[in-house]
């Protein structure tokens, strides 16, 4: 029998193996990790603001990628926003402040989650109605086939048979 060359001529089968595996476990380890978008000359240097300004960037879409954060995006508009919420933090704005001002600005859309108001009571209604509704579909389905026979009655025939079997 013979023996079958290895795919690269200067490494065994289990060197091989033991490469691909360590090449794949490298991959698992590092494709989870976030690339974060914020540069070196964004970062503020009180780490108790950077940490606020880090908070709500998280909390903004970024309207170009538009299912990113700012704080998770490399577009030129997100980065502005970065720049633009840690300013308002260094001028001495409360968190909520900063976001009401950006709201302002560029609408309810570039809040990630929204606030519960009257512009977005459709957006957390509707699954609340919808499954309202479809309770009281099921409640109005399984009532109307609780009242209908599901057979025909037996016969004259058929139920003098079943009175013999039961001994009446």
Do not use: H
């Not at 299912?67 to 968190?95: E, F, M, P, W, Y």
């Not at 389905?141 to 079997?165: C, F, M, V």
Request: proline share 6%; charged share 25%; glycine share 8%.
């Amino acid at each position: 029998m013979k023996r079958a060359r290895p795919a690269i001529p200067f490494m065994s089968g289990r060197q091989l193996g033991g490469l691909i595996r360590l090449c794949l476990c490298l991959v698992a380890l590092l494709a989870p990790l976030p690339a974060f978008a914020v540069n070196p000359d964004e970062v503020l240097s009180d780490p108790a603001l950077e940490a606020r300004a880090r908070a709500i960037s998280a909390e903004l879409r970024c309207m170009v990628c538009q299912n990113q954060s700012i704080d998770d995006s490399n577009a030129d508009l997100a980065r502005d926003l970065r720049l633009l919420v840690r300013k308002r933090l260094t001028d001495g704005d409360t968190d909520q402040q900063v976001l009401d001002y950006i709201v302002s600005r560029y609408g309810e859309f570039v809040l990630l989650k929204p606030r519960f108001g009257e512009k977005t009571l459709i957006l957390w209604g509707t699954p609340v109605a919808l499954f309202v509704i479809g309770g009281l579909a099921l409640v109005v389905y399984a009532r109307r086939r609780a009242g209908k026979p599901t057979g025909k009655p037996l016969s004259a025939e058929e139920e003098a048979q079943l009175n013999e079997i039961l001994g009446k």
